[in-house]
């Protein structure tokens, strides 16, 4: 209404009214809409009368000039822009593969460069942003650089840094940021040819530009760019960096590829990475800067000669004396810089005292090389394919889990293995990739190592670099997380540094895996390779080279390259490439590997004297691992309540419980932890009741006729009082009090369905015949043990102390697809039976079955809650304990019994005396093989091992089983 009233107060509206009103036309009443419609229009004028002033012209549009190169690399579309994000940068390049961006960007600081090195930063980031996702820190920001972010930083700054030019030392910054990620191609490969095109694009001067591509195999057939989910399938990750005819970096990871086969993948990989060369070249001609001038920073001529007419001769007479060890041949070349400082500050020579430090390590740059080249002569004294001496060992502390020292001339490494529960697995934000770790190693390079003082920070890129190198080398060789469910991290400490620590720790770190139990197919070893070359200074070819095996930390600082190389005796696992000068010939790479792979196999070699196999899992300083799912009863009952109570049995356990996904895992570091905890929660939760398992319960209240048992997660049985001892009672109070704890066996149920439980079956009868201990209930393990190559039916290894040397502290599981199998003697079973007066003619058929060996392919899925033995069983009949594990059989044999030539795996009895023949000789022991195939073990006495021989037929007698039902045999004197 006040719109309307304001257009009636118009002049102008007036006479419009008037005409109306004389011509007698009464104005019509108008619709609600149109009333609605004549009050915005009205507000519309209202809104800029004539009297006021017009509105300022509308901004104009902003045209961005865009520059876009696309291509094809392999079966991937790859585009380069420019133009339209940070176009304040010195250069600034966005690439896209897929729905895949990455932004990398360029500047150079203007100073003088007045420095004697190049201060490249490379800083490459991947915010979370980029997948969708908010970080979970507290602040709900990015932190530090993450480890995978230092990684992928060194991949970009590898391949760049030879061919900036030497002289140019201002300072210059690379910064990589993934705009956007959709988890199938990693950015790492795509930001280091954006920054290569950004490089390109500013007036920074450099020798490029490069191509970088990633090259992988699956099933033989090479794929270049592959996905992520392609990567998880292949043998081989390889990174590949060059210009148009040198290579510049080499990154490896594979699964024991062959000599061969890398070389091929490196030739296929050449003309497939210099497809991002053209199209970089194009889009620097469109919108590229010129090239600035800068001020060198370079020796005179007249300097260097004068410093090297005074530093030569003393310089190569240190070279030339093999007998300097590192720090002593480093003190006598700084006795020698500072004579050489002396006389230059007589003659008052202040351009060459400037220069000094660079001039004389130049002069040792050009001894070193000559004396290589011309005479083949190497700074100790070795030959150039010769490895330094060595010195290994394993176990060096015992109450490590693993734990190795290798020694390779002065280098020296420590390396310790410490296993952790599933839980422990470390977890990764990046926005590609698993989402956690279980294998990790970190190498620590204290500044004591190099007889320095230096304060320690927070990551290192070296260091972070160098771990990650041994850790894809030893992760080729470790089993599948469904054999070995522990999370492993090894720590590498060098405790002294004369180069090639980083493969130090591959071998140190192999012979710590081996110690600590790991089953590692085999050792992996590790070598560094470098190159000494001349080159033409008017071409810049390389006209001679000698490629040198185990460099010095010296031959690293003054070489070409750094060629790292780790593998088995079967292929390679891991290698990294950094070079020098501006690129070197691929043909010298690939003739680089074998002197590489002579001098891994020399590596292997004393490595195995020292250790060939891992060791047993189940000394007291091996931590124990068990697992059990929860059945959905279970599961629905108790996962809250034992959620709440894991705290409380860690604490008065002493070991680790983590419950996931219905499954339970239990982390222990002897065995007697590992019962109690379990103990603990098989009470809290309960397991699956059979008849003639052994349970721990508490009397929770009593009659006259018996007393009421909890049990088992909370169930209640019936302990009838003809069931409380074997002697008559008269009263249950005399026998059991309220709260009381005690052991009891199931011994059936009534006609309701009630538990009936008995606590005299859990004890033998006095004077009885048969006087062993009870069969516990106790469910199988869920450990890994060392397994036994080539051996079909016997699955455990000869050196196991669970199964061979008779371990009291047997780890226990609770799991449901391992069933256990119980050996015992058709007399033991009705001698039992008998005595619970609970045999009846189909339970005695039943028990009196002979025992196969257990085979858990057979019965997986199948439940696992059979009867076990007790550990502390006795035998009467030969008055011997049995082992962890086994019952001894009460069957007495005659001594005139001949051994039988075989036996059927059904019909094996404990005593019966066999003909077997010798299959494999063990550390520990032999396996055995009977003619009919069945497969044994038998353990040496305490020194008592004699010359074996493989195919001798010995006479055995079947002494007991193992845990899973393996015959162990005693050998019989001829």
Not at 478 to 498: C, K, Q
Not at 599 to 611: A, F, H, P, S, T
Not at 770 to 790: F, G, L, Y
Not at 837 to 863: E, F, H, I, N, W
Request: include cysteine; glycine fraction near 8%.
């Amino acid at each position: 209404m006040a719109a309307m009233a304001a257009f009636l107060r118009r002049p102008k509206s007036i006479p419009l009214l008037a005409a109306t009103l004389s011509a007698g036309v009464r104005p019509r009443r108008r619709s609600r809409t149109e009333f609605r419609s004549l009050c915005n229009a009205v507000t519309l004028d209202c809104a800029s009368p004539a009297s006021e002033p017009a509105a300022g012209p509308s901004p104009g549009r902003k045209v961005l000039e865009i520059f876009r190169e696309e291509f094809e690399v392999g079966s991937r579309t790859v585009s380069i822009e420019t133009g339209k994000i940070a176009r304040f940068a010195n250069g600034a390049v966005v690439i896209a593969m897929d729905d895949t961006n990455v932004l990398s960007t360029v500047a150079s600081a203007r100073g003088d460069g007045a420095r004697d090195f190049l201060p490249l930063t490379v800083d490459y980031q991947e915010k979370q942003y980029a997948q969708g996702v908010i970080p979970t820190t507290f602040m709900r920001r990015e932190g530090a650089p993450k480890e995978r972010e230092l990684l992928c930083g060194r991949l970009i700054d590898r391949p760049i840094r030879p061919l900036f030019p030497h002289g140019f030392y201002h300072e210059v910054q690379v910064m990589a940021n993934v705009l956007s990620s959709d988890g199938k191609q990693d950015p790492d490969v795509m930001a280091a040819n954006a920054t290569s095109a950004a490089i390109m694009l500013s007036d920074i001067p450099w020798n490029g530009p490069i191509g970088v591509i990633r090259v992988g195999r699956i099933d033989g057939k090479f794929i270049f760019n592959p996905t992520m989910d392609e990567l998880s399938l292949s043998d081989l990750n390889l990174v590949y960096a060059c210009t148009k005819d040198r290579t510049l970096m080499i990154d490896v990871q594979a699964r024991e590829i062959t000599e061969n086969d890398l070389q091929a993948g490196l030739k296929l990989a050449h003309p497939e990475a210099i497809k991002y060369i053209d199209p970089q070249i194009r889009l620097a001609e469109k919108a590229g800067k010129k090239k600035r001038e800068y001020k060198l920073s370079m020796i005179s001529d007249s300097a260097l000669e004068k410093i090297r007419s005074i530093a030569e001769a003393p310089i190569e007479a240190v070279f030339t004396d093999s007998s300097y060890g590192k720090f002593e041949r480093g003190e006598a070349l700084d006795l020698i810089t500072q004579t050489v400082k002396a006389k230059l500050e007589e003659d008052c020579d202040e351009d060459s005292l400037k220069v000094l430090p660079k001039a004389v390590d130049m002069v040792r740059k050009q001894i070193i090389r000559r004396r290589i080249i011309d005479k083949g002569l190497r700074v100790d004294g070795r030959k150039l394919d010769e490895v330094r001496p060595l010195y290994c060992e394993s176990g060096i502390y015992h109450m490590l889990h693993g734990s190795s020292l290798f020694s390779r001339g002065d280098t020296q490494v420590l390396c310790t293995v410490t296993l952790g529960a599933p839980g422990d697995a470390q977890r990764l934000d990046s926005i590609v990739g698993p989402p956690t770790k279980r294998f990790m190693l970190h190498y620590t390079f204290p500044p004591f190592s190099i007889n320095e003082v230096a304060k320690r920070g927070g990551l290192n890129r070296r260091e972070v670099g160098h771990g990650t190198l041994a850790e894809k080398a030893l992760l080729a060789v470790l089993p599948p997380e469904g054999d070995f469910p522990y999370t492993v991290r090894v720590n590498s400490e060098v405790m002294a540094s004369d180069g090639s620590t980083s493969m130090a720790t591959v071998c140190g770190g192999s012979m710590a895996l081996m110690d600590a139990g790991i089953p590692v197919r085999e050792h992996v070893a590790g070598v560094s390779v470098g190159l000494i070359s001349d080159v033409d200074p008017s071409t810049g070819n390389i006209t001679d080279y000698r490629i040198l095996t185990d460099i010095l930390g010296l031959e690293d600082h003054l070489g070409d390259m750094d060629f790292k190389i780790s593998g088995t005796r079967k292929g390679i696992t891991a290698i990294q490439l950094d070079i020098k000068p501006a690129g070197i010939p691929l043909d010298i790479i690939c003739e680089s590997l074998e002197p590489a792979r002579k001098g891994r196999i020399q590596i292997l070699n004393r490595m195995e004297e020292k250790i060939s196999a891992p060791r047993t899992m189940g000394d007291g300083s091996t931590p124990r691992l068990a697992t059990f799912k929860l059945n959905p009863e279970s599961l629905r009952r108790s996962i809250g309540f034992l959620n709440f109570q894991r705290k409380r049995i860690e604490q008065e356990t002493g070991a680790r419980v983590s419950v996931s996904d219905g499954t339970v895992t239990i982390v222990a570091k002897t065995g007697s932890i590992m019962e109690k905890a379990q103990e603990k929660i098989t009470f809290l939760i309960g397991r699956e009741i059979e008849v003639g398992g052994t349970y721990k319960g508490v009397v929770s209240s009593i009659k006259e006729y018996g007393a009421f048992i909890e049990f088992n997660g909370g169930q209640q049985g019936l302990l009838h009082i003809s069931e409380l001892t074997h002697e008559p009672v008269s009263k249950v109070s005399d026998v059991l009090s309220v709260g009381q704890e005690l052991s009891v066996m199931c011994i059936g149920q009534d006609l309701r369905g009630n538990m009936r439980l008995s606590l005299k079956a859990t004890s033998p009868k006095k004077g009885s015949v048969d006087n062993h201990d009870p069969i516990s209930a106790k469910q199988s393990v869920n450990v890994w043990a060392s397994p036994s190559e080539n051996v079909a039916t016997c699955t455990e290894n000869l050196e196991s102390t669970d199964v061979v040397q008779g371990e009291s502290n047997e780890i226990q599981s609770i799991t449901d697809s391992s069933p256990a199998v119980v050996i015992r003697s058709v007399a033991e079973c009705e001698a039992q039976e008998f005595a619970a007066g609970r045999v009846t003619q189909t339970t005695l058929r039943r028990l009196s079955r002979s025992p196969r060996p257990y085979d858990s392919s057979q019965d997986a899925g199948k439940s696992n809650l059979q009867n076990r033995q007790s550990k502390k069983e006795k035998n009467v009949s030969n008055g011997t304990k049995g082992k962890a594990g086994t019952i001894q059989g009460s069957v007495s044999h005659t001594g005139g019994e001949k051994p039988k030539p075989s036996v059927q795996a059904g019909s094996l009895k404990i005593g019966e005396k066999l003909i077997a023949k010798i299959c494999q000789i063990r550390a520990h022991g032999l396996v055995l093989e009977l003619s009919s195939g069945i497969r044994g073990m038998y353990k040496f006495e305490v020194n008592g091992k004699r010359d074996f021989e493989l195919g001798k037929e010995l006479q055995v007698r079947c002494s007991s089983f193992s845990i899973k039902g393996i015959p162990v045999f005693a050998l019989l004197e001829n």
